[in-house]
């Protein structure tokens, strides 16, 4: 497809379990980026990796968060010992970064719900 | 820190009006300044993207201004349609490494027919 894919879509899970949620951004854009939107919120910057630089870890909102990307392909996002506040809507972006431009492209996004 | 502002929360007008959209942002050393569209349960389309140096972008019914210097954008929807009924949300990325988005907290339109 020519645009970001998330999976899944939809995902309920037990207080305390680990999930693993998964982006696959445009091909050829080099910038990868994660976001969350909690119910009533903004969308908040969680991590962004570009080509094989170190991420830039500085939005994640506690060490129970962590993500990982091969290349400048897949990335996943991992949520360890799921809390009720980490319920949100998951969107992951990607961009080409050339010249002045670095307009992101956001997926559909990943819904979490933890009961 | 950066924060970026959006009025109104809401909106609804009728079918047909001209309305305009405001976001205004605290640090004006942005790079870029986006306007995207959410419709319910989906992920952002990107409308426009201005870029630091630029004063507007237009798109079909849509036009966005932005002025750096006193930290305001404006998205200006020509025309008005009962499928422009969504939520409008602006997002800025300053001058770091990632070029991260802060994003407004959206203005919720929605046109009657």
């Known amino acids: 497809g020519a645009g970001v894919s998330q999976s899944p879509s939809n995902k309920v899970t037990e207080k305390g379990k680990d999930v693993e949620l998964r982006c696959d951004p445009i091909?050829?854009?080099?910038?990868l980026y994660w976001y969350r939107q909690r119910l009533g919120q903004g969308l908040e910057f969680l991590i962004y990796?570009?080509?094989?630089?170190?991420?830039?870890k500085s939005g994640l909102p506690s060490d129970r968060f962590s993500a990982e990307r091969t290349g400048e392909s897949v990335s996943t996002l991992t949520i360890q010992r799921t809390q009720q506040e980490d319920s949100a809507v998951y969107l992951c972006a990607s961009s080409f970064i050339a010249g002045n431009s670095y307009e992101q492209y956001f997926g559909p996004g990943t819904r979490l719900t933890v009961t | 820190k950066q924060e970026v502002t959006q009025i109104p929360a809401a909106l609804s007008v009728p079918e047909g009006e001209n309305l305009v959209l405001n976001c205004s942002f605290t640090d004006s050393a942005i790079y870029n300044l986006q306007w995207f569209r959410q419709d319910p349960g989906k992920g952002l389309t990107s409308l426009l993207l201005i870029q630091s140096s630029q004063r507007e972008q237009t798109s079909g019914r849509l036009n966005a201004s932005l002025d750096k210097s006193s930290g305001r954008s404006t998205l200006y929807i020509a025309a008005s349609q009962p499928g422009d009924s969504a939520t409008y949300l602006c997002a800025v990325s300053g001058r770091n490494a990632g070029n991260m988005l802060t994003f407004g907290g959206g203005t919720r339109l929605m046109v009657k027919p």
């Open positions: 091909s050829g854009h080099t910038a």
């Open positions: 990796f570009q080509g094989n630089s170190a991420p830039d």
